[in-house]
């Protein structure tokens, strides 16, 4: 056993480039006089009954709360991945179960640091509300740490890839949804929500996260374009930007091919456009246009970046984005040095 450990530490230092050369007679001085022996687990057996109702019982406290359905489900769908991974029940488990999970995940499963927090953050949830209902006596993840992220700085699009953008529309839709994206600054969810009767000259109104509505706004562009788009609509879909029928049967369908189908009644089905389409919307406009890297949210950071730029106060900008905090509005925004040095001449005396 205590061989096996020292043959994968260096494997794993070989891989990663660094030079191995004496580390293993270091590792032997190093675990002479350690004893090295399989943990025993026969005792801990998991009790997946206890597990799927706890995991029950706090998904309908969370419902109480006032989640959202998708909030719920998808602590459901996460929380009950992890429980097969374990020998253990819930109660039962401890940090370094926790930790060693987590490394597994990230070292053989490879998913990204970020997904790693995100289960992390649903596993402190979970053990918080077992120790508040005093279902354990000591919360696990209390000694459990994040995994830290490298922040990477997002960029906004540039003024001359807006304008690439816009012109690489073909459709008066395609048009209509990259100037609302621009000017409210809205969510792709929160878009796709969107009710042609929630629309009231230049407000909008837009069910958020949480179930928490606001009113956005729409700049002279976006009304000019929604004031074209609708115009060739003479469906009854009530949504801004209805789903396709081909969407919702088949997919080889000849509608398909054409980027007009909204023009034509019985090609409009009845529901939304859900998320997926509108990434593949944007995601054509920005090959058409020659712009890297183009998603809906990069959309809503624009937004947020050019408002700020143009003296909306952070505050304010913090509300048209429906954030509770405006710590959340900060990483948004992509403000570059040179900004922040004339704002500093500006501001600070």
């Given at each position: ?10 494997r ?5 480039g ?25 005792l ?16 309908a406290?969370k ?9 719920i489900?998808?602590?459901?769908n996460v ?18 179960d ?25 596993l ?34 540039t ?31 929160e ?17 958020g ?7 956005v706004?729409l ?46 009644p ?80 500006k501001?600070?005396?």
């Open positions: 056993m205590k061989e096996t450990i020292i043959n994968e530490i260096v794993t230092l070989h891989e990663m660094i030079d191995t050369d004496g580390i293993p007679e270091r590792l032997y001085i190093i675990f002479k006089d350690v004893d090295v022996v399989k943990a025993e687990t026969a801990a057996v998991r009790d997946d009954v206890q597990n799927e109702t706890l995991l029950k019982q706090f998904l406290a419902a109480v709360k006032g989640c959202t359905k998708k909030t489900q998808s602590y459901g929380l009950r991945y992890i429980f097969k991974r374990f020998n253990k029940t819930v109660t039962e488990w401890a940090p370094d926790i930790r060693l999970y987590i490394a597994f995940r990230l070292t053989q499963d490879r998913i990204s640091k970020s997904f790693a927090n995100t289960e992390i953050r649903y402190r949830t979970f053990f918080a509300w077992l120790f508040n209902e005093e279902i354990i006596q000591r919360n696990p993840m209390n000694k459990v740490d994040s995994v830290k992220v490298q922040k990477i700085k997002k960029k906004a699009f003024d001359i890839e807006v304008e690439k953008l816009r012109e690489s529309c073909r459709t008066a839709m395609e048009t209509a949804l990259v100037e609302v994206l621009l000017s409210t600054g809205c969510r792709v969810s878009v796709s929500a969107i009710q042609i009767s929630e629309i009231n000259e230049d407000k909008v109104l837009v069910h996260k949480g179930n928490k509505d606001r009113v706004y700049n002279a562009k976006a009304q000019i374009a929604l004031t074209k788009y609708l115009a060739e609509r003479s469906d009854m879909n009530p949504y801004l930007f209805p789903q396709g029928v081909w969407l919702a049967h088949d997919r080889k369908a000849e509608n398909k091919q054409t980027p007009f189908w909204y023009r034509k019985d090609l409009v089905g009845e529901g939304k456009r859900d998320n997926g389409a509108f990434e593949a919307t944007v995601r054509r406009l920005g090959k058409r246009a020659g712009v890297e890297n183009v998603h809906p949210h990069r959309f809503r950071r624009t937004c947020a970046t050019m408002a700020l730029r143009r003296g909306m106060p952070l505050e304010l900008v913090s509300k048209m984005l429906g954030h509770e905090q405006i710590v959340t509005t900060q990483i948004y925004l992509d403000l570059s040095e040179h900004e922040l040095e004339e704002a500093h001449k501001y600070v005396v």
